[in-house]
């Protein structure tokens, strides 16, 4: 039986798998030195919410209460009448401040 | 150890082949396996990457933010409120905050409107606003006002970076003048409070003494702030718990299945394995590799699809969820944030309860004795 | 000089069980190399039980057995009056088994949904040998035993022939000195049984051991079975050998 060289599976797997890793790793490594001028590269927006002293970001434009979250308070949620549908899923995801001490709210 | 490598290969090599015996099933397994480990980490990558850009953005808002409360509803703040607290001991500065909430019919969009020395009749808009309305410097934006249904005529003097859309993407930035004009809004009133605290550490105390002396002011501290970012964007909570509960339990799932369908086909495998040779510990790093080629690619696949899909394309997938009914959705392209943590986390969830799962239920079987091929 | 000797061998199952029965009962036997040897006798005798005794697949309540002529990895210098397998460790019994037995099962026993060639190899996967060696011997066996353009299919496709020759080339992939065959033909018409018996010819020439369990005339009554001892009830009754 003379075949000439055959691959075999195994090998295939390890490569791939070798592949994987270093993939992995790369991706990994190059999130890594983007992460470190995260400052830089986010220092235009910093700028902007400093001079305008912005309290959120712009994530959901749907409703007063999760448009600007860090403002909101307990009653935020409640709309005006009783057959206001609550926003989904940012409703869901969007909490109010908690405050750290105990107040009279 | 080139035997042990070469023993190791060649059993890698027969549980290929035995995975490859059902190719359609386990095909589908790794498919599966790998789009759950590609949702739970597109997840991971998405939002600690949102929580690093909240705290980088937000990290100069203001101290303190001061609201009043009627009946439970925000309402406005008379402007002696400033002038008295602007007298308390510790600040240093307290600037009335003129913004609020413009719904553009037009669009269906509702834009954020706030205010800065600008020149009266003249706006900055967020890119957000630009791309809704399909206006640019130069052009002139029509808004409906409060006051008599006459419309304000504004003329747009910069539109804001596409850099700056998380922070800014639905601003509309106006004078004192045009937000009252627009808004009809009281004159000796404003929408809320922004202080700046001489001693940070002070802040507390001063929001105590605040709340005595006005109880139906609300003062919100710029680490309260801060914190609701955190817990919005915290994977041990909300949201994302609910989706790694559910990644748990599929895996569970996937892990029960193989350890309790040792088939008695299976079983007899491994007595015939057992007569022509095989050792228990042969049979077990057979059934080990079986689990890991599945789980360990899955985990690979699934993660480096992770990656590209929320750092190189900005997480197409969630802009539906995240997007909700909201018409003005930010475009925004994240920078990379990679916790190690996180990801030995999913590992250890994903990897090893399915690896081992295979192995466990195998024991009692490759335990067998090698005589007992010959007596069934 | 004898290969394989066996001393009061008992072979007990259940022990301190109701159900307790001996299974081999006080025999003594000395297999030789380089021959033919059946063990006769209908089921239930303890002719499988001792080929597994023999094939160090299991281990002997009380007696002894000593095998000489092996190789061993773990074996400094050969010892000329052989190695009593009986008192050994399990990974040195499981060592000895792998270099010197080669398994043929009455069932076959080859693993459905792998290939052939696959099969005939799986014995010498564990044990850390370059594939490209047993990958080269595998395929002269197949040649060999004229299966060779079945390598790649799967064992479902082939006949009952050709499956028995791809079990007893499965059986001779590590190369082993001693091949035990338990019922070999049982599932066997007249033709592949006397084919059988041909391979087993080959085998006797290129200078292997063969011990084979069997109650089909064709196998001992062939002229290749050199001893035919006769167990019944898990004691020889006749341990004569051929005239």
Request: contains cysteine.
């Amino acid at each position: 039986m003379s075949k000439p060289f055959r691959i075999r599976k195994s090998t295939v797997f390890l490569v791939l798998t070798i592949i994987n890793v270093m993939a992995f790793s790369l991706l990994m490594l190059h999130g890594r030195s983007v992460q470190a001028r995260a400052g830089q590269l986010l220092a235009p927006s910093s700028k902007l919410a400093k001079e305008l002293q912005l309290t959120d970001l712009c994530l959901f434009t749907e409703a007063r209460y999760t448009r600007h979250p860090a403002m909101g308070d307990v009653h935020a949620a409640f709309q005006d009448h009783p057959m206001a549908l609550e926003h989904f899923p940012s409703g869901s995801l969007v909490p109010a401040p908690s405050p750290l001490k105990r107040r009279h709210e | 150890m080139n035997r042990s490598i070469e023993r190791h290969k060649n059993i890698l090599e027969f549980s290929l082949s035995s995975l490859l015996r059902r190719k359609t099933k386990n095909l589908s397994l790794l498919a599966i396996y790998t789009l759950i480990v590609f949702a739970i980490a597109s997840l991971l990558f998405f939002l600690s990457a949102m929580k690093r850009e909240a705290s980088l953005i937000l990290k100069d808002a203001p101290d303190m933010v001061v609201q009043r409360m009627v009946a439970g509803r925000q309402d406005l703040v008379p402007l002696s409120y400033a002038k008295e607290i602007a007298l308390f001991r510790g600040v240093r500065d307290v600037k009335p905050r003129l913004w609020g909430y413009y719904y553009d019919a037009p669009s269906g969009g509702n834009l954020t409107v706030i205010t800065a020395d600008k020149a009266p009749g003249t706006i900055t808009i967020g890119s957000g606003v630009s791309r809704l309305r399909s206006a640019t410097v130069g052009d002139v934006i029509i808004l409906q006002s409060y006051d008599n249904q006459v419309p304000l005529m504004l003329e747009i003097k910069e539109v804001l970076p596409f850099e700056s859309e998380l922070a800014a993407a639905d601003l509309v930035i106006m004078s004192d003048i045009d937000f009252r004009k627009l808004f009809k809004f009281p004159k000796d009133h404003a929408t809320d409070l922004a202080l700046t605290v001489a001693n940070s550490r002070e802040l507390s105390t001063l929001a105590e003494k605040i709340a005595d002396k006005y109880p139906d002011a609300r003062p919100i501290l710029k680490s309260e702030m801060l914190r609701t970012y955190d817990s919005i964007f915290d994977w041990r909570g909300g949201m994302m718990l609910v989706m790694m509960i559910a990644a748990v339990l599929s895996f569970i799932i996937f892990a029960w299945d193989r350890a309790t369908g040792l088939s008695a086909e299976e079983r007899k495998e491994i007595g015939i394995l057992k007569s022509i040779g095989w050792e228990t510990s042969d049979v077990l790093l057979l059934k080990f590799w079986e689990g890991a080629v599945i789980s360990l690619s899955a985990f690979f696949f699934g993660v480096i699809a992770a990656y590209l899909h929320v750092f190189s394309l900005s997480a197409p997938l969630f802009q539906p969820v995240l997007k909700g009914w909201s018409v003005l959705y930010p475009e925004f392209k994240l920078v990379p944030a990679v916790d190690a943590y996180q990801l030995g986390v999913l590992f250890f969830l994903t990897v090893a309860p399915y690896t081992f799962a295979t192995i466990i239920p195998c024991w009692r079987a490759a335990t067998i004795d090698p005589d007992a091929a010959m007596r069934s | 000089m004898n290969m394989i000797s066996l001393t009061n061998i008992t072979k007990s199952f259940h022990v301190g069980k109701a159900s307790q029965f001996v299974a081999v009962n006080d025999v003594s036997l000395d297999i030789e190399p380089g021959k033919v040897t059946i063990l006769k006798g209908p089921s239930g005798s303890g002719k499988t039980t001792l080929m597994t005794l023999i094939g160090c697949m299991a281990r002997p309540t009380s007696g002894r057995i000593v095998l000489s002529g092996m190789r061993a990895t773990w074996m400094t210098s050969e010892d000329p009056s052989g190695v009593e397998i009986t008192s050994l460790p399990e990974r040195f019994l499981n060592d000895i088994r792998r270099r010197t037995f080669g398994f043929v099962f009455q069932q076959f026993n080859l693993l459905k949904g792998i290939s052939v060639l696959e099969n005939v190899m799986l014995p010498a996967y564990p044990t850390g040998e370059d594939h490209r060696e047993f990958a080269k011997r595998a395929g002269m066996l197949l040649e060999q035993f004229s299966i060779a353009r079945h390598a790649k299919s799967p064992v479902e496709w082939l006949s009952g022939g050709e499956l028995q020759r791809v079990a007893i080339a499965r059986a001779l992939i590590n190369d082993p000195s001693v091949i035990i065959a338990d019922e070999p033909t049982a599932h066997l018409d007249t033709a592949l049984s006397r084919e059988f018996m041909t391979i087993v010819g080959t085998l006797k020439q290129a200078g292997k051991t063969i011990l084979i369990a069997s109650h089909d005339p064709i196998v001992f009554d062939s002229p290749l079975a050199d001893r035919v001892v006769e167990m019944r009830d898990g004691v020889i009754t006749s341990s004569g050998s051929k005239p």
